[in-house]
Every structure is written in structure tokens, then in C-alpha cells.
């Protein structure tokens, strides 16, 4: 909460980024859950502090994040399915990357 807004988006994309690396391997689905988890908390934290364009996307993806944690127990074991999973966090953690600004300092 002390860290500015740029870092703690960094931070939430650095979670969705691990989320593709661990989802990689089938026996990390309780990770994925987690870091989901913990990504929810970051965006409450971060969203209301944010311009509304970005407050904006920051709830479209707390929504998609509780839509991947519901059905995670039952696609998980689906390479492809999961596959998208990551593949997803990783265009989130792309955009919220360019977002935060952090590259261009």
C-alpha cells in the first residue's frame, strides 16, 4: 500500500507473469489459485488509486480472476485449457506492464 501506483501494478503483473511460468506444470494448480488470490488483493489495493481508465481494466480482471479460480478445479487437468490460462495472464501482465510505466523510467 506505501509503494506507488506504478510499482504495484508492476507487482500485479509480475503475479500473472509467474502464472504462466507455474501453470506450465500440471501439479502447481493450488499456485494458480493462490496467486490469483493474491492478485484480487492487489487490484482492490491499487484500483481505487488508479485513473478510471485503468480502475476500469483492473475490475475486468478481478472479474476474469474469479471466473479462472472458480472453474480451475475442472479444466486444470486440460493441457489447452490451462495452456490459455496462461497465456492470458501473460497478455494481462503485458498490458498492465505498459500501463504502470515502469519501462519507460
Given at each position: 500500500?506505501?509503494?506507488e501506483?506504478a510499482?504495484?501494478l508492476?507487482g ?9 511460468s ?7 494448480r493450488?499456485?494458480v489459485?493462490?496467486?490469483f ?6 487490484i ?18 478481478q ?18 485449457a ?14 498492465l506492464?505498459?500501463?504502470s ?5
Open positions: 500500500m506505501r509503494d501506483l510499482i504495484r508492476g500485479l503483473a509480475a503475479n500473472l507473469a509467474r502464472v504462466r507455474v501453470s506450465r506444470n500440471s501439479m502447481n493450488d499456485v489459485f493462490s496467486l488470490e493474491e492478485s484480487k488483493f492487489f482492490e489495493w491499487t484500483a481505487a488509486e488508479a485513473n478510471l481508465e485503468t480502475a476500469e481494466e483492473l475490475v475486468d480482471l472479474l476474469q480472476l474469479a471466473v479462472w479460480q472458480r472453474s480451475l478445479q475442472s479444466v486444470w487437468d486440460d493441457d489447452c490451462r495452456d490459455e490460462i496462461g497465456s492470458a495472464s501473460m497478455h494481462w501482465s503485458n498490458r506492464i505498459e500501463r510505466g515502469l519501462l519507460e523510467r
